[in-house]
């Protein structure tokens, strides 16, 4: 299974970024998919989760209205686009496959991305 992140850059406070995860090696469609994020320092965080069946998106509520979840199966790629970027999201992203019931905590995905650097300057 490989899952490999890209997108990451550095832009300024207000900005937007979309990052996509290009998966490989296992059945895409029926892993739900998510982003997670760790800054400096911090434990890695959930960010959004876009389920295989319905495709259904949760988010962490300091996301939500500016970060929107997507899902491509045709081409194996989930995104995260980020709007309105705040100096706080500055972490490594990281995608995720689970295939499980729930999968809203890391511990619950067995495979993970390398990661994009996000940096939000001010």
């Known amino acids: 299974v490989q899952l490999v992140e890209s997108g990451g850059a550095l832009v300024q406070a207000g900005g937007s970024l979309r990052l996509s995860c290009a998966a490989s090696?296992?059945?895409?469609?029926?892993?739900?998919m998510g982003w997670f994020r760790q800054a400096p320092g911090k434990e890695r965080e959930f960010v959004a989760r876009i389920a295989w069946s319905d495709e259904t998106k949760y988010y962490r509520d300091s996301v939500k209205g500016r970060f929107t979840i997507a899902r491509d199966s045709t081409k194996r790629t989930v995104y995260l686009q980020m709007n309105s970027l705040k100096v706080e999201d500055t972490a490594v992203y990281y995608c995720?496959?689970?295939?499980?019931?729930?999968?809203?905590?890391?511990?619950?995905?067995?495979?993970w991305g390398q990661g994009t650097q996000v940096t939000v300057s001010s």
């Open positions: 995720a496959a689970c295939s499980g019931v729930g999968c809203y905590e890391s511990r619950e995905y067995p495979y």
């Open positions: 090696g296992l059945p895409f469609s029926a892993y739900h």
